[in-house]
Structures are given as structure tokens and as C-alpha cells.
């Protein structure tokens, strides 16, 4: 099972970037998923999930209004539209699921990282000022 993040890099403020994450070895249609990101010298942190059925969305505050995350089941795939970036965006990207079939919790839980069983290797993108 590989979670596969791309579509880092440089950009300035107030650009957009859109990684994804590509799912192999399984397919994650039926699983919660979700973006966090690690700054250097910082702890990993939310960012965004979307519910299994993608009927449902959550987002940092310091991110809401700015990305959009979303899935394509078909593709086994997650994006993250990131647009109005801030030097404080840099980071790596890592995304994540959950391993549990159609499951539902509680708001909390999807900002929580013991709630995602795998994870991407990351991605990295840099916000210039």
C-alpha cells in the first residue's frame, strides 16, 4: 500500500499550487483521507480531509477559505487546491488515510493524526515572499 504525493515547489505569495496524492496497492474509495504538513522545525500539523464518500470536508482555520480539498475515487486520487499562498504555507505535504471502510467520526477526529493508519512520503512546497 503506497500513498504517492507530488506537485511541490516554488511559488510566490499569493500563487496557487495543486498537489495530489495517488493511492496504489488498494483502493482508498472508501476511506477517510487528508492533507497535514510539517514546516522545518515545526510538528506536523492538519491541514485538510474529506470524508470516504467525499460529502464532507474539514480545514485548519489557518487554511479555510484558501484550499479545497477533494478526491477523484475513479483515480484512487486526493488533490489539494491551495491558492493565495503565504510564506507561511511552506512546508512538506504529506497526505493520509485511514484504513477503516466507510467509517464516520466525530469533527475531531479527522484533524487528529491517530486517526490515519498510512502516509505519503511528502511533498514540498515553497511559498517565496
Known amino acids: 500500500v503506497q500513498l504517492q504525493a507530488s506537485g511541490g515547489g516554488l511559488v510566490q505569495a499569493g500563487g496557487s499550487k495543486n498537489p495530489s496524492c495517488a493511492a496504489s496497492?488498494?483502493?482508498?474509495?472508501?476511506?477517510?483521507m487528508g492533507w497535514f504538513r510539517q514546516a522545518p522545525g515545526k510538528a506536523r500539523g492538519f491541514v485538510a480531509a474529506i470524508s470516504w464518500s467525499g460529502s464532507m470536508t474539514y480545514y485548519a482555520d489557518s487554511v479555510e477559505g484558501r484550499f479545497t480539498i477533494s478526491r477523484d475515487n475513479a483515480r484512487n486520487t486526493l488533490y489539494l487546491l491551495m491558492s493565495g499562498l503565504k510564506p507561511e504555507d511552506t512546508a512538506v505535504y504529506f497526505c493520509?488515510?485511514?484504513?477503516?471502510?466507510?467509517?464516520?467520526?466525530?469533527?475531531?477526529?479527522?484533524?487528529?493524526?491517530?486517526?490515519?493508519?498510512?502516509w505519503g512520503q511528502g511533498t514540498l512546497v515553497t511559498v517565496s515572499s
Open positions: 496497492g488498494r483502493t482508498f474509495s472508501s476511506n477517510v
Open positions: 493520509a488515510a485511514d484504513k477503516s471502510s466507510c467509517r464516520t467520526y466525530t469533527a475531531g477526529a479527522y484533524s487528529t493524526r491517530g486517526t490515519y493508519d498510512y
